[in-house]
């Protein structure tokens, strides 16, 4: 049976902006060690790759296509390049309020890995906010926070690339 990582996006990737909108090059940025150690887990571990982010707004006036479409293919080509590719990417373009069930936590997105052929016991949801743990509490798999504080609910909380391909080689 497969396993997963299901990765946020923005913050867990690329570097969070301030505005939380990668839409320009100047806010483009790759979190340190990502490339490296994303790499290193693709050729250490067998792993299937899942792109699961929110993009509030996305195609609305506050965030064209344009803006974004450019940057995150530009991502997925550096990505790529050095042999990590992603089997899906889901985007929720909704804003918190929507209360919609595509957008993380919510799993509607991410039903085809919900039946058989996938091991989410051995899977992992890693991201850099409290919705990607609980995320990874409605898929049943364990989470990975990125997170600078150490006293949260997820499996484990890292503050670092090196310390998230260290724990995949225990698992």
């Not at 089997?87 to 909704?94: A, C, G, L, V």
């Amino acid at each position: 049976m497969k396993r997963i990582l299901f990765l946020d996006r923005d913050g867990t990737i690329l570097k969070e902006t301030d505005d939380e909108l990668v839409d320009h090059l100047s806010k483009f940025e790759f979190m340190p060690g990502v490339i490296t150690n994303l790499s290193r887990v693709v050729r250490d571990f067998d792993f299937e790759l899942v792109m699961i982010t929110n993009q509030d707004g996305l195609g609305t006036p506050v965030f064209p296509e344009e803006k974004f479409w450019p940057l995150h293919n530009l991502m997925l080509s550096v990505l790529a390049g050095e042999g990590i590719t992603f089997s899906d990417i889901q985007i929720d373009r909704t804003y918190p309020q929507d209360l919609a069930l595509t957008r993380k936590p919510g799993t509607a997105l991410l039903h085809k890995y919900l039946g058989d052929g996938y091991n989410l016991k051995e899977s992992y949801v890693i991201g850099d906010r409290l919705s990607d743990v609980q995320l990874a509490e409605n898929l049943g798999t364990k989470s990975i926070l990125i997170s600078e504080k150490k006293n949260s609910p997820a499996t484990f909380t890292v503050s670092s690339w090196a310390e998230i391909y260290s724990i995949l080689a225990r698992s």
